[in-house]
């Protein structure tokens, strides 16, 4: 995998391109279509994930994996607190920060060609376009770890030393043996197993991500907060802010007490009750409610992110040093066809629910986060054997 980094770091910098110039045109989208068409690309053409999931495994030490990919899903999950929470920001800028931004400017009524169009989602896509173009410019100036040696007749030698404290001793040991002994990723139960978990519970975290935000927002006779976008933005940036340290500094710990395997289990159990209060915060109302929402908010997302780390960490070590980057790859191509499909569901159910308000069983938002919580419960069931194959060194049972 360390000799693919090359291509691997192609596939990050198209990833770049790809996110500065759709994203900035889904900010300036003037039909439906178009929006729906720079959102489909963009999210083809990026592949950063995958390569750098196998970059923080490749580059370090078996005691600092857990460290490594929490600060890859930190990273993940902190853009996607971060997102939201700018776009709540920085959304409608005309109509929120007049002495600023003009309503007759370009991110309020412009004008163009004859035709008089809005781009009051514009500002946020600009922002993010800007820091992605800011970050895509870095990592076309760093250099290469592998390829800044310099050539020579024993450079294979000198890279095999260079790489040897990065390989596991089992790993060199399983490398030498023949090619064709190879397991297919198919069948490595162990791999497919954690990413079957990985796909149910991201479904499950993109579910909540879309619902989280319709529902802070609606009104109260709805079953929602009633609260501003500000108000959510403000939350979700606190949250954001509590992953990473977090991540850093205490998920580290408990996955070396714990394993990645129990982290997984008991933030998926610890996650069912704090789901179960959600619909009962609308009784609440100011201090108190930002309050419990943002402990709530907090408490949820990094149970999410233990969740999401510990089968990162089960997933690279399922397979030999060589495949990572193929399992990655296919780890990341099913969770994402469970995570496009999410957002609809979740959609769906939300406006579905809307129309039962008064029910007896489960009214309102009550059922939303019930089927979350159903999900939740199947994901948790499916980390005990005998569905989950773990990897021999995780196998304690």
Same mark, same amino acid.
């Given at each position: 995998?360390?000799?693919?980094?090359?291509?691997?770091?192609?596939?990050?910098?198209?990833?770049?391109?790809?996110?500065?110039?759709?994203?900035?045109?889904?900010?300036?989208?003037?039909?439906?279509?178009?929006?729906?068409?720079?959102?489909?690309?963009?999210?083809?053409?990026?592949?950063?994930?995958?390569?750098?999931?196998?970059?923080?495994?490749?580059?370090?030490?078996?005691?600092?994996?857990?460290?490594?990919?929490?600060?890859?899903?930190?990273?993940?999950?902190? !853009?996607?607190?971060?997102?939201? %929470? @700018?776009?709540?920001? *920085?959304?409608? /800028?005309? +109509? &929120?920060?007049?002495?600023?931004? #003009?309503?007759?400017?370009?991110?309020?009524?412009?004008?163009?060609?004859?035709?008089?169009?809005?781009?009051?989602?514009?500002?946020?896509?600009?922002?993010?376009?800007?820091?992605?173009?800011?970050?895509?410019?870095?990592?076309?100036?760093?250099?290469?770890?592998?390829?800044?040696?310099?050539?020579?007749?024993? !450079?294979?030698?000198?890279?095999? %030393? @260079?790489?040897?404290? *990065?390989?596991? /001793?089992? +790993? &060199?040991?399983?490398?030498?043996? #023949?090619?064709?002994?190879?397991?297919?990723?198919?069948?490595?139960?162990?791999?497919?197993?954690?990413?079957?978990?990985?796909?149910?519970?991201?479904?499950?975290?993109?579910?909540?991500?879309?619902?989280?935000?319709?529902?802070?927002?609606?009104?109260?006779?709805?079953?929602?907060?009633?609260?501003?976008?500000?108000?959510?933005?403000?939350?979700?940036?606190?949250?954001?802010?509590?992953?990473?340290?977090?991540?850093?500094?205490?998920?580290?710990?408990?996955?070396?007490?714990?394993?990645?395997?129990?982290?997984?289990?008991?933030?998926?159990?610890?996650?069912?009750?704090?789901?179960?209060?959600?619909?009962?915060?609308?009784?609440?109302?100011?201090?108190?409610?930002?309050?419990?929402?943002?402990?709530?908010?907090?408490?949820?997302?990094?149970?999410?992110?233990?969740?999401?780390?510990?089968?990162?960490?089960?997933?690279?070590?399922?397979?030999?040093?060589?495949?990572?980057?193929?399992?990655?790859?296919?780890?990341?191509?099913?969770?994402?066809?469970?995570?496009?499909?999410?957002?609809?569901?979740?959609?769906?159910?939300?406006?579905?629910?809307?129309?039962?308000?008064?029910?007896?069983?489960?009214?309102?938002?009550?059922?939303?986060?019930?089927?979350?919580?159903?999900?939740?419960?199947?994901?948790?069931?499916?980390?005990?054997?005998?569905?989950?194959?773990?990897?021999?060194?995780?196998?304690?049972?």
């Amino acid at each position: 995998m360390i000799r693919d980094l090359h291509v691997a770091k192609r596939t990050e910098d198209i990833g770049f391109y790809a996110g500065v110039v759709f994203n900035t045109l889904f900010g300036l989208s003037v039909t439906y279509w178009m929006a729906i068409a720079t959102r489909f690309l963009m999210g083809a053409l990026n592949g950063l994930l995958g390569p750098i999931k196998a970059y923080s495994i490749e580059v370090c030490r078996p005691e600092h994996e857990a460290l490594a990919l929490s600060l890859v899903s930190t990273s993940w999950a902190i !853009g996607l607190i971060i997102g939201p %929470a @700018l776009g709540g920001y *920085l959304a409608l /800028p005309a +109509e &929120k920060y007049p002495n600023i931004f #003009s309503p007759d400017s370009l991110f309020g009524r412009y004008l163009l060609l004859v035709k008089l169009v809005r781009f009051p989602y514009f500002l946020p896509c600009l922002c993010t376009s800007v820091f992605a173009a800011v970050v895509l410019t870095g990592c076309l100036w760093m250099p290469e770890t592998l390829h800044k040696h310099k050539a020579s007749e024993n !450079g294979k030698q000198s890279v095999d %030393a @260079l790489e040897a404290h *990065l390989i596991d /001793p089992q +790993e &060199k040991v399983e490398e030498s043996d #023949s090619v064709d002994t190879k397991k297919s990723l198919f069948k490595n139960w162990p791999l497919m197993s954690s990413i079957i978990v990985y796909c149910i519970f991201s479904y499950h975290d993109m579910a909540y991500t879309e619902v989280f935000s319709l529902w802070a927002e609606s009104d109260k006779k709805y079953g929602g907060l009633g609260l501003w976008s500000q108000d959510v933005g403000q939350t979700l940036g606190i949250t954001g802010g509590s992953l990473l340290v977090y991540q850093m500094f205490i998920y580290p710990r408990i996955n070396k007490v714990l394993g990645p395997i129990k982290c997984c289990q008991i933030a998926a159990a610890l996650c069912i009750p704090i789901l179960f209060t959600y619909p009962y915060m609308t009784y609440l109302s100011g201090a108190a409610l930002s309050i419990i929402l943002t402990i709530a908010s907090v408490l949820k997302n990094n149970i999410s992110a233990t969740i999401i780390t510990s089968i990162f960490i089960l997933q690279n070590n399922a397979v030999s040093q060589d495949q990572r980057g193929a399992a990655n790859g296919l780890a990341m191509t099913a969770m994402s066809l469970f995570k496009a499909v999410a957002p609809a569901g979740a959609g769906i159910v939300f406006s579905w629910v809307q129309k039962r308000q008064h029910t007896f069983i489960l009214p309102g938002d009550h059922m939303v986060f019930f089927l979350l919580n159903m999900i939740e419960l199947l994901g948790l069931v499916l980390t005990f054997k005998p569905f989950l194959a773990v990897p021999e060194q995780y196998d304690r049972n």
